[in-house]
């Protein structure tokens, strides 16, 4: 595995107001990074919530707050 194809989310913080997650999370310029979400770690595979082009070294991202209790997050590089 190739040390690019590693991400870390740099901050997740919640946003006042509405209880919204805020991820960051290191990137490289024009490419494409899918967020994808498990509400269980045990259960099968992730489901999808976006796909973010990154613009520059960090990108960010605005997740609604869901109705479950927990949620757990994860960002892949997309392969071309």
Known sequence: QNSLDLFF???ATSITGNGDLLITW??????TYR???QDDLNAAGWTEQVEVLATGPLSSLTIPRGVAPQRFYRIQLRSP
């Open 9 to 11: 989310i740099q901050h």
């Open 26 to 31: 290191s990137s490289e310029a024009g490419k």
């Open 35 to 37: 967020i994808q979400f």
